[in-house]
């Protein structure tokens, strides 16, 4: 007789949100967004595929948490990196924030594509009710350069050059993720070089 080789099914209640949140994270690393599935999720963790749905009402619901996982985590890293700024400058703040989501971004390219670019059934309006958290931070981060006169420009005019720099911010890496952003010879990092560039210009007057 032959022996059997398939592992004992994990019963429902030996789960966790967490356990299935991480199991889904890495397959989405691994196979992007079209990969994902309570299947995939089930199989992995070995039970039954109507085991996460004891803690996921759907695959959207389930999408909406990583979503919120990565808000969370990359609004951590943002005031992390502006929290160990040491010289009080709202540039230099804006400079470490740009670097902690260039960062972000890179290390976590699925998730940032399902958090800020692939509109997957509406969700977006479902997680992000509001401005994310982590735009609403680095809106107060150009305030605050506002509010010192660091950037002597009408307070008015935070918002427009928040969205400014945070459209540079995104579109640079949007750029790396497509293989679009190619160093010229001798050119410096293009976070840097845009960070240099924003600093030179905001710094002046307005005519």
């Given at each position: 007789?032959?022996?059997?080789?398939?592992?004992?099914?994990?019963?429902?209640?030996?789960?966790?949100?967490?356990?299935?949140?991480?199991?889904?994270?890495?397959?989405?690393?691994?196979?992007?967004?079209?990969?994902?599935?309570?299947?995939?999720?089930?199989?992995?963790?070995?039970?039954s595929?109507?085991?996460?749905?004891?803690?996921?009402?759907?695959?959207?619901d389930?999408?909406?948490?990583?979503?919120?996982?990565?808000?969370?985590e990359?609004?951590?890293?943002?005031?992390?990196?502006?929290?160990?700024?040491?010289?009080?400058?709202?540039?230099?703040?804006?400079?470490?924030?740009?670097?902690?989501?260039?960062?972000?971004?890179?290390?976590?390219r699925?998730?940032?594509?399902?958090?800020?670019?692939?509109?997957?059934?509406?969700?977006?309006?479902?997680?992000?009710?509001?401005?994310p958290?982590s735009?609403?931070?680095?809106?107060?981060?150009?305030?605050?350069?506002?509010?010192?006169?660091?950037?002597?420009?009408?307070?008015?005019?935070?918002?427009?050059?928040?969205?400014?720099?945070?459209?540079?911010?995104?579109?640079?890496?949007?750029?790396?993720?497509?293989?679009?952003?190619?160093?010229?010879?001798?050119?410096?990092?293009?976070?840097?070089?845009?960070?240099?560039?924003?600093?030179?210009?905001?710094?002046?007057?307005?005519?």
């Amino acid at each position: 007789m032959l022996e059997a080789h398939h592992k004992q099914r994990r019963i429902r209640n030996s789960l966790s949100r967490e356990e299935i949140r991480d199991v889904s994270l890495l397959i989405l690393k691994e196979e992007g967004l079209d990969g994902l599935s309570m299947r995939k999720i089930a199989n992995r963790l070995g039970c039954s595929v109507a085991s996460p749905y004891s803690y996921y009402e759907s695959q959207i619901d389930l999408v909406q948490d990583l979503i919120k996982t990565g808000e969370d985590e990359l609004l951590s890293m943002l005031k992390k990196a502006s929290a160990d700024v040491k010289t009080g400058s709202a540039f230099d703040q804006l400079a470490a924030i740009a670097r902690a989501y260039f960062h972000f971004a890179s290390n976590n390219r699925e998730l940032h594509k399902v958090m800020f670019v692939t509109d997957y059934g509406g969700v977006h309006r479902k997680a992000f009710p509001q401005l994310p958290k982590s735009y609403r931070f680095f809106l107060e981060t150009v305030r605050i350069g506002f509010d010192s006169g660091e950037i002597p420009y009408p307070k008015n005019e935070y918002p427009a050059i928040a969205r400014l720099m945070w459209s540079w911010m995104y579109g640079v890496i949007v750029l790396d993720m497509t293989g679009m952003l190619r160093k010229r010879k001798g050119a410096g990092n293009p976070i840097e070089e845009g960070i240099s560039y924003f600093q030179k210009l905001l710094s002046k007057q307005p005519t």
